[in-house]
């Protein structure tokens, strides 16, 4: 079974900061074949796209309300991606989910997502 196991939130005051890490396992998953990224959901919204990164880590993306302040890498060596969030403000505040994919484009359309993780909590008080 492929497993992506979230790590890294809490409750954290505005302009303050956290990191959100995502590990993936499992024996027919090649990590390193697979664009990674994140959604996060707050309560009574919808899903949405925060961060993708592409196999080797060459090329990002990012929605427009996190750019400049959230950060995505990954270490294909410990099978893991990682979501920097700075600056964080209450707006913030949503579970924040890793996906992973066999394709890169239409990742954050929500397109061919296969695996996703359980999620973590990022709580931001004003």
């Known amino acids: 079974q492929v497993q992506l196991v979230e790590s890294g939130g809490g409750l954290v005051q505005a302009g303050g900061s956290l990191r959100l890490s995502c590990a993936a396992s499992?024996?027919?998953?090649?990590?390193?074949?697979?664009?990674m990224g994140w959604f996060r959901q707050a309560p009574g919204k919808e899903r949405e796209f925060v961060a993708v990164i592409s196999w080797s880590g060459g090329t990002t993306y990012y929605a427009d309300s996190v750019k400049g302040r959230f950060t995505i890498s990954r270490d294909n060596a410990k099978n893991t991606v990682y979501l920097q969030v700075n600056s964080l403000k209450p707006e913030d505040t949503a579970v924040y989910y890793c996906?992973?994919?066999?394709?890169?484009?239409?990742?954050?359309?929500?397109?061919?997502?296969?695996?996703w993780g359980q999620g973590t909590q990022v709580t931001v008080s004003p």
């Open positions: 996906a992973a994919s066999k394709t890169y484009s239409g990742f954050s359309r929500g397109l061919d997502l296969d695996y």
């Open positions: 499992g024996r027919t998953f090649t990590f390193s074949r697979n664009t």
